[in-house]
Every structure is written in structure tokens, then in C-alpha cells.
């Protein structure tokens, strides 16, 4: 079982930046990809970013240039900078961690934190 706590969602005029932060815990040796998604009201659950243990990225067409994704091995953490921030931003981001376990992926999600961007 591996547990994600997020932190640093708040309320931001348009223009500005933000920085997610989300820590693991639990069995975080298996962790191979750990992302942030979003849900914005009526909308479904989308990827904004992710990041493997080796450091390769994946960036959403609409964040990437402004957002920059980044992990902290050591301390089971991943970071997300957001940048330039539009009231498109707006919505509850999760963070995502894909674990691998005898060749069984298994995903977990942690709480969301709310961005709200004000224009």
C-alpha cells in the first residue's frame, strides 16, 4: 500500500505560479511513475504530468512550457511548478503514483488539493 499526501493547491490571480508538492509513503520501493492529474467541475480526470524513476517526463499539450514536473527519489516525493497559470487551470489535482509488484501494476491517488485561478 503506498499513501499520497498532497499539499500547496491555493487561490492565484492568473499570471501566477503555484508549486504542488505530494509525499509517499508506505511500500514506495515499488513506485515506477508518480504524476499529477486533474478534474475540473464536469470535466473528466485528466493527466497534466508524470514522472518515472528514471526521470523520463510526459507532459499534457495544454500545461506543457508552463508546468515542470520533478522528483525527489530520496524523500518519495514529486513536485509540480506551475507557472503563467490561466483560470483554465482551475480544478482539483491528484497525485498519482503506479507501483510494480511481481510484474502486477497497481495505482493509487491521493486526496486532491483545489488551484483556483482567478482572471
Known amino acids: 500500500q503506498v499513501r499520497l499526501v498532497e499539499s500547496g493547491g491555493g487561490l492565484v490571480q492568473a499570471g501566477g505560479s503555484l508549486r504542488l508538492s505530494c509525499v509517499a509513503s508506505g511500500s514506495t520501493n515499488g513506485i515506477i511513475t508518480m504524476g499529477w492529474y486533474r478534474q475540473a467541475p464536469g470535466k473528466q480526470r485528466e493527466l497534466v504530468a508524470s514522472a518515472t524513476s528514471t526521470g523520463r517526463t510526459n507532459y499534457a499539450d495544454s500545461v506543457r512550457g508552463r508546468f515542470t514536473i520533478s522528483r525527489d527519489n530520496a524523500k518519495n516525493t514529486v513536485y509540480l511548478q506551475m507557472n503563467s497559470l490561466k483560470p483554465g487551470d482551475t480544478a482539483v489535482y491528484y497525485c498519482?503514483?503506479?507501483?510494480?509488484?511481481?510484474?502486477?501494476?497497481?495505482?493509487?491517488w491521493g486526496q486532491g488539493t483545489q488551484v483556483t485561478v482567478s482572471s
Open positions: 498519482n503514483a503506479i507501483t510494480n509488484d511481481d510484474l502486477i501494476e497497481y495505482e493509487y
